[in-house]
């Protein structure tokens, strides 16, 4: 499949944090600021979602759960993301490492200097991911943010 059709259908797929929109509300709020920030509106967030009979929101609760206990989370993220409407960009402008607690964290916009920068910033700026992040960095150039 080419990358133009991979990103087509990628972002065809729901989020399974769209089961719980309403839910997701209090998530966003808690991580609004990061000192008061609740871990049980995580694992709160995770039960629901574990409740709902779709085999994609199980696997995203079972992310949440793991990155809340700081379980290694990297190949788990990998074998699930596509599924969550989470693509997998070429120099890996989107890692594990971008979320934290089971939710994106941090955005890296990337200028020209990456191949895939103009697909990775239209996913951001459609995607239901992009509600709960805390952090937007602009990178330029190949060797960091700005």
């Not at 972002?11 to 089961?19: G, T, Y």
């Not at 409740?51 to 788990?76: G, H, L, P, W």
């Not at 969550?84 to 070429?90: C, D, Q, R, Y």
Request: with cysteine; net charge negative.
């Amino acid at each position: 499949m080419d990358r133009a059709s991979y990103f087509q259908n990628i972002n065809s797929v729901s989020s399974p944090l769209m089961l719980l929109r309403d839910q997701l509300d209090a998530v966003i709020k808690s991580r609004t600021n990061e000192l008061t920030e609740n871990m049980d509106v995580y694992l709160d967030f995770a039960e629901r979602l574990s409740q709902v009979d779709n085999d994609e929101a199980k696997a995203r609760a079972t992310f949440i759960r793991m990155q809340c206990s700081d379980i290694d989370t990297e190949d788990f993220f990998e074998q699930h993301r596509e599924s969550w409407g989470i693509p997998k960009f070429e120099e890996d402008l989107l890692t594990v490492d971008d979320f934290k607690n089971g939710f994106l964290f941090t955005f890296r916009d990337h200028s020209t200097s990456w191949c895939e920068d103009a697909e990775a910033r239209d996913w951001f700026f459609k995607s239901v991911e992009s509600r709960v992040a805390r952090n937007y960095e602009f990178w330029a150039c190949d060797n960091g943010p700005e």
